[in-house]
């Protein structure tokens, strides 16, 4: 039997998924055709729970999750749905199962296609997403989906990217805040009060960072209900 993996960093993000208990590193099955896999921020640690769950022999990857837009007409909420993954070189997406995925999904979801760009670290400055936007030809970035996508062209199995946008090109997380988030992308409260009260942080920053995350875990969701979880 066929089972397709959805490799998701923040928890956020697999909510949007199921309401089960998800632990940090542990597969999680979602029903007989599709897992879930909470693997943490970043390429290092997408690699690893890609490379496990091929190792336990999955037939398929899924980058599922946020993405921040590179391309001024993005905005949150809006779906991305890849052509081709950038992350120094060119990796394949399996165009005939995105294809698949897009003409199931309703008219009220906004989807883009495109090259989604990787970037090693959270760009936290309008400047830097121009400078990859214009070195990529990227619509939006995450940190994810370039490892991912490396370890199934390795494995010889296919594999799309389902991104939501969470910031627009705009709008970015502040430097100040990156201290204050655990790897699977919860937040420490007692040090964010601390730099809301010493002001190197507004609570307006923080409204607009929720509400741009709300409009993206509201459009994963959706894919979710669309789909019946059932991504192929």
Same mark, same amino acid.
């Given at each position: 039997?066929? $089972?397709?993996? &959805? *490799?998701?960093?923040?928890? %956020?993000? !697999?909510?949007?998924?199921?309401?089960? =208990?998800?632990? @940090?590193?542990?597969?999680?099955?979602?029903?007989?055709?599709?897992?879930?896999?909470?693997?943490?921020?970043?390429?290092?640690?997408?690699?690893?729970?890609?490379?496990?769950?091929?190792?336990?022999? $999955?037939?398929? &990857? *899924?980058?599922?999750?946020? %993405?921040? !837009?590179?391309?001024?007409?993005?905005? =949150?909420?809006? @779906?991305?749905?890849?052509?081709?993954?950038?992350?120094?070189?060119?990796?394949?997406?399996?165009?005939?199962?995105?294809?698949?995925?897009?003409?199931?999904?309703?008219?009220?979801?906004?989807?883009?296609?495109?090259? &989604?760009?990787?970037?090693?670290?959270?760009?936290?400055?309008?400047?830097?997403?121009?400078?990859?936007? @214009?070195?990529?030809?990227?619509?939006?970035?995450?940190?994810?989906?370039?490892?991912?996508?490396?370890?199934?062209?390795?494995?010889?199995?296919?594999?799309?990217?389902?991104?939501?946008?969470?910031?627009?090109?705009?709008?970015?997380?502040?430097?100040?805040?990156?201290?204050?988030?655990?790897?699977?992308?919860?937040?420490?409260?007692?040090?964010?009060?601390?730099?809301?009260?010493?002001?190197?942080?507004?609570?307006?920053?923080?409204?607009?960072?929720?509400?741009?995350?709300?409009?993206?875990?509201?459009?994963?969701?959706?894919?979710?209900?669309?789909?019946?979880?059932?991504?192929?």
């Amino acid at each position: 039997m066929s $089972v397709t993996a &959805l *490799v998701v960093a923040l928890r %956020a993000e !697999a909510r949007c998924v199921t309401s089960l =208990p998800i632990s @940090l590193n542990k597969k999680v099955e979602l029903n007989e055709e599709t897992v879930l896999w909470l693997s943490g921020m970043g390429s290092k640690a997408a690699q690893t729970a890609a490379e496990q769950l091929c190792q336990q022999g $999955v037939s398929g &990857l *899924v980058s599922f999750g946020v %993405a921040g !837009a590179l391309d001024k007409r993005l905005k =949150p909420g809006d @779906l991305i749905l890849p052509d081709v993954i950038y992350d120094n070189k060119l990796l394949p997406v399996a165009l005939d199962w995105r294809n698949r995925l897009q003409s199931k999904l309703t008219h009220d979801i906004t989807i883009v296609n495109g090259i &989604l760009a990787n970037s090693s670290e959270i760009l936290t400055t309008k400047q830097s997403k121009l400078d990859l936007a @214009l070195k990529t030809g990227a619509c939006a970035v995450d940190m994810e989906s370039g490892a991912i996508a490396a370890v199934a062209e390795s494995a010889q199995i296919p594999f799309i990217a389902i991104r939501a946008i969470v910031d627009p090109l705009d709008f970015s997380p502040p430097a100040a805040l990156l201290s204050t988030v655990n790897p699977d992308g919860s937040a420490n409260i007692l040090p964010i009060l601390k730099l809301i009260l010493n002001r190197s942080v507004h609570i307006s920053v923080l409204l607009e960072m929720a509400k741009g995350m709300r409009a993206a875990c509201k459009t994963l969701s959706r894919v979710i209900q669309v789909t019946k979880t059932n991504i192929l």
